[in-house]
């Protein structure tokens, strides 16, 4: 039987994923520093801790987004996606999404309200766009891991018949 690869590349491209965010969690700080000496002309260093810490705290629940997605692909990759693993990994990444439009908010809020830079930028269209993307990504994994949950009990139901 002729194995399918695109379950491997799938793997490894979220590999190639997770390895490029942390590469750019890593420089963010001077990434923000260029950003900022290039565009404004600015060289301001509590101002680049204070976006770098945001940076940092709306990348949390992508992170541990990122890791259980890995932790499916490879559930796949293994033939096992029909497990209770892909259940919790569904149920974490759609907790990661929700939790994601709190603190993108509180983030954003924080740096318009206590930081000059920041005062006169209007939020309301990230807003709304995050909202939908992670409603919409948590809401998907929530049904998945859902289906999933039935997929496994018809499966062991199956399994015992036999």
Same mark, same amino acid.
């Given at each position: 039987?002729? $194995?399918?690869?695109?379950?491997?590349?799938?793997?490894?491209?979220?590999?190639?994923?997770?390895?490029?965010?942390?590469?750019?969690?890593?420089?963010?700080?001077?990434? %923000?520093?260029?950003?900022? $000496?290039?565009?404004?002309?600015?060289?301001?260093?509590?101002?680049?801790? %204070?976006?770098?810490?945001?940076?940092? =705290?709306?990348?949390?629940?992508? /992170?541990?987004?990122?890791?259980?997605?890995?932790?499916?692909?490879?559930?796949?990759?293994?033939?096992?996606?029909?497990?209770?693993?892909? /259940?919790?990994?569904?149920? /974490?990444? #759609?907790?990661?999404?929700?939790?994601?439009?709190?603190? =993108?908010?509180?983030?954003?809020?924080?740096? $318009?309200? #206590?930081?000059? =830079?920041?005062?006169?930028?209007?939020?309301?269209?990230?807003?709304?766009?995050?909202? =939908?993307?992670?409603? %919409?990504?948590?809401?998907?994994?929530?049904?998945? #891991?859902?289906?999933?949950?039935?997929?496994?009990?018809?499966?062991?139901?199956?399994?015992?018949?036999?």
């Amino acid at each position: 039987m002729k $194995k399918n690869p695109i379950p491997r590349i799938l793997h490894m491209i979220v590999i190639l994923g997770i390895t490029l965010t942390c590469i750019v969690l890593l420089g963010a700080p001077a990434i %923000t520093t260029a950003f900022l $000496k290039s565009r404004f002309s600015m060289s301001d260093g509590k101002l680049v801790i %204070t976006i770098a810490t945001c940076i940092y =705290f709306c990348a949390v629940p992508y /992170v541990i987004a990122l890791f259980k997605l890995k932790k499916l692909s490879s559930l796949v990759v293994n033939n096992n996606p029909f497990s209770m693993e892909s /259940v919790k990994s569904l149920n /974490v990444i #759609s907790i990661c999404a929700f939790i994601e439009i709190i603190i =993108f908010i509180a983030c954003t809020s924080y740096l $318009k309200y #206590s930081v000059e =830079f920041f005062k006169n930028i209007i939020l309301g269209g990230p807003y709304i766009v995050l909202a =939908f993307l992670c409603v %919409t990504i948590g809401l998907l994994c929530l049904v998945l #891991s859902q289906l999933f949950e039935i997929a496994i009990k018809i499966k062991e139901e199956n399994d015992q018949t036999i």
